[in-house]
Structures are given as C-alpha cells and as structure tokens.
C-alpha cells in the first residue's frame, strides 16, 4: 500500500476513534469548557513547593479544585490573595495555570495584567475600563475556561477594576457569553499588615504558626482591603456585592522557609545543597520586628540573588 493512502486509511479509523477536536488536543494546547484538573496533583504540588502557607494551600486547594469539577459554576471563581511582598502570590499563582493548563502562564487561556505596566496613568482610566472589559469578553468567548490574574491589585486605580464587575456576576450569559467558568486571581500587599500582627501574636504567645485559621484573618482581610485608599479594590463594588469567593492569606516567611527556599533553588541549579551556604544566605537577609527578627522583609524573593554571589558559573 503506498504510504498516503495507508496515511489516510489511518487518519479514518482514528478519527472514526477519536473526533477531530480531541484528536487535535492530543497534540496541542486547548481550551475545553470540560477541562479538569487533578486534585491530587495540585495538592502534591502545594505540599512540595509551597512554604509556611498552611491556610492559603488549604484555601486554594478546595477552592480551586471544587470549581473545576463543578459542571455548572453559577459565578466565575474569585479568588484574592494577600500578604507581605516574596511569600508567595505569583507562585501560587503559577502553580494554579500549571495544573489546568500544560503552558501554565505562558497558555494561550491564561492573562496576566500588572497594573502598573498595563494601566500606569490614571488620565487614560475610561480607555483601559473599555480595553479590560473588550479584553475579557474577547478571551473568555474564544475560551470559556479563561485564567485572568491581576498583580499588584493595591497599585491599581479606584474604580477600574469595578469595570468587570459585570463578569463576575450570577449572570447565565452576558451579550451570549457567559463566564461563569473562568477564573479571576487577584494578588495585592494590602491587608499585610493585619496578617502579621496575626502571626505575630500568634508567635508572641509561643502558638504554632499552623494553629492560625482562617476565621482569624478572612474579616480582618476583607474589611482592611475595602478600606485601605491604596488597593484597588478601595469602594469596589467587588466587595461590597460580596464578588470576591475567597479572601486568601498569605503568612510572612520565617527564617526556616527562607532555608527552604535557598534549597529548592539550589537543587534546581543542579548543585548539592551545601547547609552551611543555606544559613549563610538567609542571614544576610532582614528581618522585622527589628528586636525580636521574627519575619523575612522580602520572603523569598531575593534570596536567589544572594545566593549568585557563592557560585560564579
Ligand atoms: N511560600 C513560598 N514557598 C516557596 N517558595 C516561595 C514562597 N514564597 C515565595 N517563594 C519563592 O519566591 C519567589 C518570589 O515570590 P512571589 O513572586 O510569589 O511573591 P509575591 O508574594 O507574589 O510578592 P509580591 O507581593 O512582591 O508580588 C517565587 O517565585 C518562589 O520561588
């Protein structure tokens, strides 16, 4: 048999299989409004890579995983992450697009909007209102399942982010399209404050970190967020018509988790981990309260820079 037609016959039988759009998807990226996620994946991701974050890994896992196998969501999953700068946000984040989409940020179903970068001057706010919500409907009609994530949430002008308030309604559909099963992140510093008095308290009193719950910072959060003029969400309507699902805390790092992020990196720069270069690039890092050094200043986020200084590859 020449090899086009047995090419054909093939081509026939597997797709007699296999319809063309998910033998397609076999090998390429897709949107489908069907697609899944697993929970032990994300969980075992979380339990691995995530540090010192015992209520935003339970939050996130539930949250997430619980939207994705409902068949019929009635409101597009919201999701508000707060904390101290370096603790873990964008990872998280990240970790998130990874499970549901192979490319993680870099799919063609995930968005992410920095607000200074996207929307820096607040002369131009009624163009960007009308270019994020042209953006979303665009996005979210070619895949309903669509990831938008909005970084630097406190930097954001008043008022703009009440432009989608529309989508992350209860509507079944909105000019026929409906975005119910999409996922908004939004990421913010505001409300860090209120978390680490929390966890200080907590520390003060010889408490367990992990014996923080969610009842002792979700109000705290939501109310310091709505209130403070610096976040984007200050008199959002996303708040006051309770749009936001879940208020997400993300606790200031330790010492012992900046040692563990200096380890993963480490490993991932393919060299043995060397404990006594671990303790000597967390030191150089600061700490805060200033008496008692308690909480990283900048979590993990500089700590791999540091460590550049003790390799010279
Ligand atoms: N809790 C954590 N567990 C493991 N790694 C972390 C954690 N927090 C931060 N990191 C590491 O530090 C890097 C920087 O953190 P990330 O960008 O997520 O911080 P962020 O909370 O988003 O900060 P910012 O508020 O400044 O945007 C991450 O890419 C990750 O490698």
Known sequence: ????????????VLTGYISYPRLYCLFAECCSPKRSLSREALQKDLDSKLFGQHLAKKVILNAVSGFISNPKPKKPLTLSLHGWTGTGKNFVSKIIAENIYEGGLNSDYVHLFVATLHFPHISNITLYKDQLQSWIRGNVSACARSIFIFDEMDKMHAGLIDAIKPYLDY???????????AIFIFLSNAGAERITDVALDFWRSGKQREEIKLKDMEHALSVSAFNNKNSGFWHSSLIDRNLIDYFVPFLPLEYKHLKMCIRVEMQSRGYKVDEDIVSRVAEEMTFFPK???????????????????????
Do not use: H
């Not at 509507?171 to 099963?181: E, T, W």
């Open 1 to 12: 048999v020449e090899p086009i037609s047995l090419g054909l016959a093939l081509a026939g």
């Open 171 to 181: 509507y079944d559909n909105l000019d026929g399209v409906s975005y119910q099963k």
């Open 291 to 313: 008496e008692e050094r308690v909480f990283s200043d900048k979590g993990c986020k500089t700590v791999f820079t540091k460590l550049d200084y003790y390799y010279d590859d």
